[in-house]
């Protein structure tokens, strides 16, 4: 977009918020449907949606903006023209839905910025990174609100992108996306938390090029049974081996869908992208805000990682001097496949260049000048559930902790 343009001007008609805040589209369906033939306030709106009155605001809000609703006096809602046909004929939700959307100059405005600065980028991030360029253009929002606020955006943009995905009389999603933790073996993630309860096996890590080959789409070629786990045993069980992307049918279907899951996977099961995302990613407790004091950069110099004015080294050489403060133990092998042919290159070491290659192109870095920074949104992303099980960001807290300790070391100039 030309920097000399005027600042394009929101569309919004109700002063709540500069952008909808509604994320859910089943709740969405539901509020229009308690709307058939009657008028209702924000109080009796919440309690037939069983939500807060605030919530409730939010998605008469979005329907508002959608010229969905309109006020109808005495703090009430209602229908419109194009709300009724909404309510009314489930078979054209999809359509109808798409159309109001596409049709508010915000969503054009994402439109135009996909087009112009994601066109090859994967979905959905590529929609996400565009809602949160446009709200940060056209806003004032703090960051962490602009995140939320263009994460919703981009939730509600999905089902316009893919009407076909959504039962529209329920708005529940027709086949149901997999969890990518179905997997056997435990997750490095999962093992290095276990420490905190007393589980005492040494644990070897490795970055084996089979992780390049399933991030950057050519996980099928893989032989299944040579890496159907998470974690292998080492020295006849005495300890334990970290390193590869557990294949089977699920995390291969994640690995072709990419986004939010695929990230999920690899800094789960990969230590040396959850080490380095870590340090990356680090927020002071309490904080939704990533302030960490880890930074990357790709210069004249090649790859280095910085811990405050430090240089640690390359990515590799970082993630290796961490380990050890950390009482892990790297290794170039793969232990349950020594002595097996590598015509394709997937048990070698990978290197620096591969490590940083499958973080941009999953979308766990972006490139600012010669700085690579964590993706805008991407703590808010480790802090969402997966499943039933604590989400990742909590899986996270022993890491975190003990690679405070290592970098609190290395600022005393000791060796950690």
């Known amino acids: 977009m030309n920097r000399d343009e005027p600042p394009l001007q929101l569309d919004l008609t109700e002063s709540i918020t500069d952008v909808p805040q509604a994320n859910n589209i089943a709740l969405f369906i539901e509020l229009m449907e308690a709307l058939r033939g009657e008028e209702l306030g924000m109080g009796k709106l919440g309690e037939l949606l069983e939500v807060d009155e605030r919530t409730a605001r939010y998605y008469a809000d979005f329907g508002r903006w959608l010229k969905f609703l309109r006020p109808a006096g005495d703090q009430k809602v209602g229908l419109t023209t194009e709300g009724l046909a909404f309510v009314e004929s489930k078979p054209a939700r999809g359509r109808l839905f798409s159309t109001a959307l596409f049709e508010r100059p915000l969503v054009q405005t994402v439109q135009q910025i996909k087009r112009e600065r994601f066109a090859d980028v994967d979905e959905p991030e590529a929609t996400r990174l565009a809602c949160l360029h446009a709200v940060e253009r056209l806003t004032h929002l703090s960051p962490a609100t602009a995140e939320r606020r263009a994460g919703a955006l981009a939730s509600m943009l999905r089902w316009a992108y893919r009407p076909k995905d959504l039962d529209w009389s329920t708005g529940r999603v027709e086949e149901e996306r997999p969890t990518p933790f179905n997997f056997v ?78 990230r999920r996977l690899l800094i789960s099961c990969n230590p040396y992208i959850a080490i380095l995302m870590t340090m990356l990613t680090w927020a002071p407790t309490g904080s939704a805000v990533a302030a960490g004091p880890g930074r990357l950069t790709r210069d004249m110099y090649g790859l280095r990682v910085w811990h405050q004015d430090r240089e640690l080294g390359s990515p590799v050489q970082t993630v290796a001097v961490l380990a050890s403060a950390v009482d892990l133990t790297c290794v170039e092998t793969v232990p349950h496949l020594q002595g097996r042919g590598d015509d394709e290159g997937e048990l070698r070491p990978g290197s620096d260049e591969e490590l940083v290659e499958v973080l941009l192109k999953t979308g766990l870095l972006r490139p600012v000048e010669t700085s690579l920074v964590p993706a805008p949104g991407l703590v808010s992303e480790l802090r969402l559930p997966v499943g039933d099980g604590p989400t990742l960001w909590e899986r996270g807290e022993v890491l975190r902790r003990e690679l405070t300790k290592a970098l609190r070391g290395l600022d005393g100039g000791g060796t950690p």
């Open 185 to 262: 073996g435990q997750s490095f993630m999962t093992g290095f938390a276990a420490r905190d309860l007393g589980a005492s096996r040494p644990m070897y890590i490795g970055f084996p090029r089979q992780v390049v080959l399933f991030a950057m789409g050519r996980g099928a070629g893989l032989r299944a049974r040579d890496w159907e786990r998470a974690s292998y045993e080492v020295k006849g069980g005495a300890a334990r081996w970290f390193g590869s992307i557990p294949i089977n049918e699920t995390t291969l279907k994640v690995a072709r869908r990419g986004g939010p899951d695929l």
